[in-house]
C-alpha cells in the first residue's frame, strides 16, 4: 500500500464525536493515516469573563498527521491571535512552510512561504468552501481541494462532518508536498470557525 505523502489523490474527512479527527482515504476506501492533535488556550481571568460573557478567546493550536504504521511525518503549529500564521515541520521538527492569511479587498487570503521566507504559493478560488486550488510560485496549479461527499464504498457511519477530495500535483517538490497534507486542516479552521478542528 502507498504511504500517505506518496498519494496523489485522496479524501480528507472529519470524524465526527468524542474528540474529532481527520482521516485520510485512498480512492478505494483505505484509511491512510490522520491529523490530530488539539487547541489550548492561557487560562487567564480575563479570558474566564469572557467566556462567562459568551465571547470565544484565542487559541494556539498543535497537530500531527500520522500515517497509518503509527509514524508522524508532520506536524502543525498556529499560535494565538486570528492574524497568527500556520506553520509546518517535518518528523524530524525541521521547518517547511509558513502559511500566512492575509485581507485583499475584504477577501481573505492564504500564502504560502518557504523555509527562508520567499513566496512559494499562494491560495486562489471560492474562498467560502468549495472549490479552491493552490498555485506555487510560477502561477502554476499544484493542488486542488474539493468539498465532496465520501466514496460510497467508505462504510464509516462516524464519517458525519466534512469532507474534501484532494489532487496534489506529481511533480510538486517533496517538501511542499508534505506540507499540502495539512492544507484542508487549516484551511477549515482559517474560513470556518475555531471549533472546527481534530481533537476538539
Not at 53 to 64: A, D, K, R, V
Request: glycine share 8%; proline share 3%.
Amino acid at each position: 500500500m502507498q504511504g500517505l505523502v506518496s498519494m496523489h489523490h485522496f479524501y480528507l474527512c472529519q470524524h465526527v464525536g468524542f474528540g474529532n479527527q481527520y482521516v485520510y482515504y485512498d480512492q478505494g476506501g483505505t484509511s491512510l493515516g490522520k491529523c490530530e492533535g488539539n487547541r489550548y488556550k492561557k487560562k487567564t481571568l480575563l479570558s474566564k469573563v469572557f467566556n462567562l460573557l459568551g465571547f470565544h478567546t484565542l487559541h494556539s493550536h498543535f497537530y500531527s498527521v500520522v500515517e497509518e504504521t503509527g509514524d508522524v511525518i508532520l506536524y502543525i503549529e498556529k499560535g494565538e491571535g486570528i492574524k497568527s500564521d500556520f506553520q509546518t515541520f517535518d518528523s524530524d521538527r525541521h521547518s517547511l512552510h509558513t502559511f500566512k492569511k492575509t485581507f485583499q479587498l475584504d477577501q481573505p487570503q492564504v500564502h504560502i512561504m518557504d523555509e527562508q521566507g520567499k513566496k512559494a504559493g499562494a491560495l486562489k478560488g471560492d474562498l467560502q468552501g468549495y472549490e479552491i486550488e493552490l498555485i506555487n510560485e510560477h502561477r502554476d496549479p499544484i493542488m486542488k481541494v474539493s468539498k465532496k461527499r465520501l466514496p460510497s464504498n467508505v462504510k464509516d457511519l462516524s464519517s458525519a462532518g466534512d469532507t474534501y477530495e484532494v489532487t496534489i500535483k506529481e511533480d510538486v517538490d517533496p517538501k511542499m508536498r508534505l506540507s499540502l497534507l495539512a492544507f484542508p486542516v487549516f484551511y477549515d479552521i482559517l474560513f470556518f470557525r475555531e471549533n472546527h478542528v481534530p481533537g476538539s
